[in-house]
């Protein structure tokens, strides 16, 4: 825990099993909401006000999630809990977070583990604490960890993952990456295009003649039925390659707002690049 001024940098969050026997994957943690509004309080006291705020948050290469924190000298809790932090009397920092997904499949549970993984969330608030549960002393979806039953409940039968199918169906070995996948994947995407692609040229094509027999009176169409036609089409077709365009890469990179709508008009296409991230499809 090194200060720097004022500055103090904690881990707040890894993905080993916690006190309560769940984890929490940092890379599926949403930080956005958070750094913009970056409270940092003692012991979850949200109906406080906030001791200090957090600064520089890192998602680091070993899965931690570290920030500076930086106490609010003025305010006399606040200088009291930096002392002690100073001191050694305080070292533990509790997260707050909204569970967005969940999953029990083998490829995400560790041993000893007894409830199910949060693989995607989002960081509400953080806490210096005396006992954390992370080992984290979590609040989640804003209640009490005595509740946990009703949010992550004890996983009761534990199912393997079987992506035999998945290699027969690329002819890939069972050793084969996600990337020789996703590349499998890719090369779909470009036959689908190199077929649909003339497709559309030879439309238009014949929808430009429509419209012209029509302006010049030599057809008793009034308005060719082709060309609506045509375009919804071209719509259905950009949106399916907008669709197809997105990787689980970019995706992570969107912003909230924009990563939820991806995710609900395209659900079918976002539980794919999941599946294909993970090894396992999303639990809502």
Not at 170 to 198: C, M, S
């Amino acid at each position: 825990m090194p200060t720097n001024g004022h500055n103090m940098r904690f881990i707040i969050s890894d993905e080993s099993v916690n006190r309560y026997g769940y984890r929490i994957l940092s890379r599926g943690m949403s930080t956005t909401s958070f750094e913009k509004n970056p409270v940092v309080f003692y012991n979850h006291g949200t109906y406080n006000l906030p001791i200090g705020k957090g600064k520089d948050l890192r998602h680091e290469p070993d899965g931690t999630i570290t920030l500076d924190i930086d106490f609010d000298t003025e305010d006399e809790q606040a200088l009291a809990v930096q002392k002690k932090a100073e001191r050694g009397f305080l070292n533990a920092c509790s997260v707050g977070i909204d569970v967005l997904e969940t999953s029990t499949d083998a490829t995400v549970v560790l041993a000893g583990q007894t409830r199910p993984t949060v693989t995607r969330s989002e960081l509400l608030e953080l806490s210096i604490c005396g006992i954390p549960g992370n080992r984290n002393a979590l609040r989640l979806n804003g209640v009490a960890t005595e509740d946990i039953e009703h949010i992550l409940p004890k996983i009761k039968n534990q199912k393997k993952l079987n992506m035999k199918p998945a290699f027969d169906s690329f002819d890939l070995p069972e050793t084969a990456a996600d990337e020789d996948i996703l590349e499998q994947l890719a090369a779909l995407e470009d036959l689908d295009a190199e077929t649909t692609d003339p497709i559309l040229v030879r439309l238009d094509a014949i929808d430009r003649k429509i419209a012209a027999l029509s302006a010049s009176g030599k057809s008793s169409s009034k308005e060719p039925r082709l060309r609506d036609l045509m375009k919804d089409l071209q719509e259905q077709t950009i949106a399916q390659k907008t669709k197809q365009d997105m990787t689980w890469e970019k995706l992570t990179k969107l912003p909230e707002q924009e990563f939820e709508a991806y995710r609900k008009e395209h659900k079918e296409w976002y539980e794919q690049l999941f599946y294909g991230h993970y090894g396992f499809e999303p639990r809502y």
